[in-house]
């Protein structure tokens, strides 16, 4: 054990402590009433590629008891820009890779945007977003029923999200989507005017998962992980 022990001390004074990899430090945005623990898989694998804690940072925001009163403007908005100005500052890199899940893709998008951030993003990837809104929000200004569903909502052809379209977001944008996604297709119909409404405009590509709204979140962190 001691000769043991006495090896690695001396391996550390040759070479020295090991230093964590030069990658871009990693943004991962929940969705609404969610938590950064919903993204705890993709964390873990972050970590088992070679990720310290400090390159990956999961932002808290949002009302956690109330879906409803969410949406895209003010107090959200604060914990995702936070993070992603300070990953940005933190990256050796110099760029960011930001991961979304449901309202969290769309919100990292549009602070994205707000802030002109998106030339140092290198990787963008929405998973379960609403890009195209959804039809349970109605479609705008009609049969908008709460902030989530606003002018700052999900509400099809809300000013955020016409906001949203065609603007880019990264260097790469990819979405994940499910036609079995209890959330964006709970009507039925998961295509808003022709297109699935987590295809972001302009993407570099999309993938098609079997999953619901969560598990599509869940049960990818090897396809996030892999497009980083």
Known sequence: ???LLSLIALSLLICGPVR???VDSVV?????TGSPSDFQATHDLLRQRGYVESQ?????????????CND?????EVPVENAIVDALASSCTGKIDVIGHSMGATLAAHVIDRIG????VNTFIGIAGAFRGLYTCGIYPYNVANSTCGSQGLSIGSPLLNGLAGRRFGAKMYSFKSYADEINCATGVCIVYGVHTSQIQGETASYTFPYGHYGLLWYTASQQVGLL
Do not use: K, Q, T
């Not at 895209?72 to 959200?76: P, R, T």
């Not at 951030?117 to 140092?120: F, L």
């Open 1 to 3: 054990m001691r000769s």
């Open 20 to 22: 964590a990899a030069c």
């Open 28 to 32: 991962l945005v929940h969705g609404n």
């Open 56 to 68: 990956i940072i999961a932002p808290s925001w949002g009302n956690g008891l109330c879906a409803a």
């Open 72 to 76: 895209h403007n003010g107090s959200e």
């Open 117 to 120: 951030a998106s030339g140092s």
